[in-house]
């Protein structure tokens, strides 16, 4: 499968290499950086973690990017559609490595994951599953147009599904 690629003003959203490993490790073990997301209890882990977001495009033909910075070509993070086994809905992710986050950089990679899920794949609508005490993903939620829909349990944690709909998957 070739993994579309999708480029904003200031990011590259593109498939996973070996190359990312390092930031997403440091992420990954990083207790409190990736506590929203599930940490890592070791570098193998953190490998499969990996391993298992390049798969998910196989799989279901569409998955996260690898969020890259064009001036450095350093992977900052991670976005895009998902959809895993068990999911309640086909979803909208995101996480920016704590030394790149409050620089819109999660809302630059959001939005062109929002176009692509819409232009691409078709869909008119999506979730982001949102733990209640993530308040910077809550308010890049709303940011993008989502709205508050539900509560819902994950992992022994306290989450909201926010419904992203159509009419806000262009306008951000």
């Not at 998955?63 to 809905?89: D, R």
Request: aromatic share 12%; proline share 5%; net charge negative.
């Amino acid at each position: 499968m070739i993994i579309p690629v999708r480029e904003t003003e200031r990011l590259i959203l593109r498939e996973w290499r070996e190359s990312d490993f390092e930031g997403y490790v440091n992420f990954k073990l990083d207790k409190d950086a990736s506590r929203f997301v599930s940490s890592a209890e070791n570098p193998h882990a953190a490998w499969r973690e990996m391993a298992y977001m390049a798969g998910h495009w196989q799989l279901r033909g569409f998955g996260m990017w690898s969020v890259v910075l064009k001036a450095t070509g350093q992977n900052i993070g991670h976005c895009g559609p998902y959809f895993p086994h068990g999911w309640p809905e086909p979803e909208i992710g995101w996480a920016i490595f704590p030394e790149y986050q409050r620089q819109g950089f999660a809302h630059e990679a959001a939005s062109e994951a929002l176009r692509h899920a819409n232009q691409v794949l078709g869909w008119t609508t999506a979730i982001s599953l949102i733990a209640n005490e993530n308040a910077p993903s809550i308010a890049l939620a709303k940011k993008l147009g989502a709205v508050a829909e539900k509560p819902f349990h994950y992992r022994e944690t306290d989450c909201t599904i926010y419904r992203h709909h159509q009419s806000n998957f262009h306008t951000h």
